[in-house]
Structures are given as C-alpha cells and as structure tokens.
C-alpha cells in the first residue's frame, strides 16, 4: 500500500472529523505535521487522536512546507487564510483539501486554480453533500433530461448561528470573509451550485448584520447562464436548525438536503423517487476517502475547485449587491 505523508494547516474542531475518518478508513494517510498558531490546539489534537505517531509539530505553515515536504495538505483555518495556505501547499508539491469555503475573493479562486495546474496538484473542497451517492444521482437525473431541463432552485438554511459563534473568528470580518452566507450558508450555495451547473449571470442581495461585524440574515435571488432561477434564504438567528433544497423543472419537483439526505423527486406520471437505485456506480464517500483516490489516481475529484470558482464568483457578486443596494452582473464563466 501506498504511504500518502499528510500535513494538516489549522487544528480546530472540525478537523477532528477528517482525522477520525483517516483514522478508520483512509490507510493510505500518513499524518506527518501538525500547524497552528495557538500550540496548545495542536498538541490537543495529536493527544486526542494521534498519540501513538510521530507528528511534527509548527506554528508556522511555511516552515513546515520547507522541512516535511508534505505530499498532501489539508487546510482547516479561518476563511480568508485560506488561500495563501492552499497556494504555499501546492507551490511547496502538495495536492490540498480545504475547508469551505475554498477562497474568499474570486480572483484568488483563479490564481489558485492557475497555480494547481502549473504545479499539476489536485485541489478539493470539503464540501459533504458533493461527495455523496444523493447529489451523483440528483445531478445525474438533471443532466440527462429525465425530468426536464432545470428551471428553479431555492436553497435555505436556519440556524442559531449568531449566538453559536458568538466571540469566535466566525465573527470576525477580517478572518471569516463574511457571516452566515460565508459559513454555514456555503454548504446550501456549493450544492446549489453543484447541481445547476451553470455560470452566474446576475444577482441582488440583502442582509442583516443584526448589530455585528458580519451578516447574519440574508436573503438573495439569481439568474444563471442556462436560464435557472434561483433564490437563498441564509438565517443566522433563528431557534431551531433546517437546511433544504428544493429544485424544479417542467416535470418533476426535486428535494434535496444539502448535505445528501432527504431526497426525494415527484411529478405527474412518475413514480416517486425517495431513494438513490441500489447499484447506482457512484457510492457515497468522504471528503478525506476521495482525496486520498484522487491522489493515488484511483477516481475523480467530487468537489473540485471549479466548484470554489463558481462559488466565488457568487459570493462576490452577493457581497457587492448588499453593499450597494442594486443588482450586480457577473462575467465569470464556467471554469
């Protein structure tokens, strides 16, 4: 079996769950390295889950980059970070998985992209639904005109998010990029994004920052470049927790959670759909399982940077029409 010598920029909590796949189902991933600028979240995390393995710990990505030469690098620290820790992996040989979201700004999307081809690194999204047997057949069943060409979306998400992430970099301008629409809400906008495949065109938004630095309600409509029509409801501040797609064309209704479950297609003179068909050639995997596939040559990207190209592009787009009150066209096309 082939050794893959993992490093892992940013020691958070949500980190914990790739380790813990890696762990019990992704062999092939050596952990090499270990960075963050708070020391104490590091060593937490090599006692928690890497304590019979040698790690080498930093607070400095740089130095790590220079003295392991890592063959892949996956980066879990606060948004607008990044991309100069994406672009220093791939720069330095690494292939990368990030965090949602994959960058902050459009044009740092594009010179990432640029740099993983001029370096011939694979660059992934962690983004869960993507990797899942639910969107492969969703997208699938869109694509080939099974149930008519796709002519509206609506995504929402709820979530008591500005008191969860109170105090935290999440809201911090200077670090998350964004509120809700940058965090949580990225997971609904990337599987938007995902199944209707297709450039943005034109945008407007609103938000509510409800007294902090970042937005924490939003909502936002969409016109893409196939004709698709769709609308995002992003709220921060709400007791309960709901997220949902919903996408129709002429001739069926589709619904979808986000992150792969609840999937159900109905319309006139179909049976219902409420399940993905066993033996379907796409299985479910994890971002982590893929990224280790994808290196070894054994299977495609599912979350690619494309996608994070498309998600920049609408996000900036998103961004500019609250800021200014107005709608706002976007020339971007499909990576």
Same mark, same amino acid.
């Given at each position: 079996m082939?050794?893959?010598?993992?490093a892992i920029?940013?020691c958070?909590?949500?980190?914990?769950?790739?380790? $813990?796949d890696?762990?019990?189902?992704?062999?092939?991933? $050596?952990v090499?390295a270990?960075?963050? #600028?708070?020391?104490?979240k590091?060593?937490?995390l090599?006692?928690?889950l890497?304590?019979?393995r040698? =790690?080498?710990?930093?607070d400095?990505?740089?130095?790590?980059l220079?003295? =392991?030469?890592?063959d892949? !690098?996956?980066?879990?620290?606060?948004?607008t970070?990044h991309?100069t820790h994406?672009?220093?992996?791939?720069?330095a040989?690494?292939?990368?998985?990030?965090?949602?979201?994959?960058?902050? %700004?459009?044009?740092? +999307?594009?010179r990432?992209?640029?740099a993983?081809?001029r370096?011939?690194? #694979? !660059?992934?999204?962690? *983004?869960?639904?993507?990797?899942? %047997?639910t969107?492969?057949?969703?997208?699938?069943?869109?694509?080939?005109g099974?149930i008519?060409?796709?002519?509206?979306?609506?995504g929402?998400?709820?979530?008591?998010?500005?008191?969860g992430?109170?105090g935290? &970099? $999440?809201?911090?301008?200077?670090?998350?990029?964004?509120?809700?629409?940058?965090? #949580?809400?990225?997971? @609904?906008l990337s599987s938007?994004?995902f199944?209707v495949?297709?450039? @943005?065109?034109?945008v407007?938004?609103?938000?509510?920052?409800?007294g902090?630095?970042v937005? *924490?309600?939003? =909502?936002?409509?969409?016109r893409? +470049?196939?004709?698709c029509?769709?609308?995002?409801?992003?709220?921060?501040?709400?007791?309960g &927790?709901?997220?949902h797609l919903?996408?129709q064309?002429?001739?069926?209704?589709?619904?979808?959670?986000?992150?792969g479950?609840?999937?159900?297609?109905?319309?006139?003179?179909?049976?219902e759909i409420t +399940?993905v068909?066993?033996?379907? %050639?796409?299985?479910?995997?994890t971002? +982590?399982?893929?990224?280790?596939?994808?290196?070894?040559g054994?299977?495609?990207?599912?979350?690619?940077? #494309?996608?994070?190209?498309?998600?920049?592009?609408?996000?900036?787009?998103?961004?500019?029409?609250?800021k200014?009150? $107005?709608? !706002?066209?976007v020339?971007? %096309?499909?990576?």
């Amino acid at each position: 079996m082939k050794s893959i010598r993992l490093a892992i920029v940013g020691c958070g909590g949500y980190v914990r769950r790739h380790l $813990r796949d890696i762990n019990d189902h992704v062999p092939e991933f $050596r952990v090499v390295a270990l960075v963050d #600028s708070v020391k104490d979240k590091a060593q937490s995390l090599r006692k928690e889950l890497l304590s019979r393995r040698r =790690v080498a710990m930093y607070d400095d990505h740089r130095k790590m980059l220079s003295e =392991v030469r890592p063959d892949a !690098v996956i980066v879990a620290t606060p948004h607008t970070l990044h991309y100069t820790h994406a672009r220093d992996a791939i720069r330095a040989g690494a292939h990368v998985l990030v965090e949602k979201p994959m960058v902050t %700004d459009s044009h740092q +999307a594009r010179r990432l992209v640029a740099a993983a081809a001029r370096h011939n690194r #694979s !660059v992934q999204i962690g *983004i869960q639904g993507t990797y899942t %047997d639910t969107f492969a057949y969703a997208r699938r069943l869109l694509a080939d005109g099974q149930i008519g060409p796709l002519q509206l979306v609506t995504g929402i998400l709820a979530q008591g998010w500005m008191k969860g992430t109170a105090g935290t &970099w $999440r809201q911090k301008l200077k670090l998350s990029g964004g509120g809700q629409l940058y965090d #949580s809400t990225a997971h @609904v906008l990337s599987s938007m994004m995902f199944l209707v495949d297709s450039p @943005v065109r034109e945008v407007s938004c609103f938000t509510d920052n409800r007294g902090t630095e970042v937005d *924490i309600n939003a =909502v936002g409509w969409i016109r893409f +470049a196939n004709g698709c029509l769709g609308t995002i409801t992003s709220g921060g501040n709400c007791a309960g &927790w709901y997220s949902h797609l919903v996408l129709q064309t002429e001739g069926a209704v589709m619904e979808i959670s986000p992150h792969g479950g609840n999937f159900r297609v109905a319309g006139r003179g179909m049976e219902e759909i409420t +399940a993905v068909p066993k033996g379907f %050639d796409v299985p479910t995997v994890t971002p +982590a399982r893929n990224f280790a596939d994808v290196i070894l040559g054994r299977d495609e990207p599912r979350c690619p940077a #494309s996608l994070g190209m498309l998600l920049a592009d609408l996000m900036d787009a998103l961004y500019a029409s609250a800021k200014t009150g $107005r709608p !706002v066209k976007v020339k971007g %096309d499909k990576p």
